[in-house]
């Protein structure tokens, strides 16, 4: 599991950003004089939810392969 985790990370840092994901509402955007912040809120449980559904379907199709 760590080295999945180091492989996306890579992969991440490979590719960038994704330009559909980029500004969405519900991000949360905070702009000061000399501060600046950006919390990802919506694309976060975008990618979540995602990530939840393609799990879910590869152990399922995992689980009727083994019986």
């Known amino acids: 599991m760590f080295f999945a985790g180091i492989a996306i ?3 991440g840092v490979v590719l960038g950003k ?3 994901l980029e500004k969405l509402p519900g991000d949360i ?3 000061k004089k000399n501060f ?3 919390f990802p809120l919506a694309t976060n449980l975008i ?3 995602r990530l939840s559904i393609i ?3 590869t ?3 995992c689980r ?3 019986i």
């Open 18 to 20: 994704i330009p559909f």
């Open 47 to 49: 990618l979540s939810v």
């Open 55 to 57: 799990l879910y379907l």
């Open 59 to 61: 152990g399922r199709k």
């Open 64 to 66: 009727k392969c083994q």
């Open 9 to 11: 990370a890579a992969l």
């Open 36 to 38: 600046s912040f950006f």
């Open 29 to 31: 955007v905070i702009h």
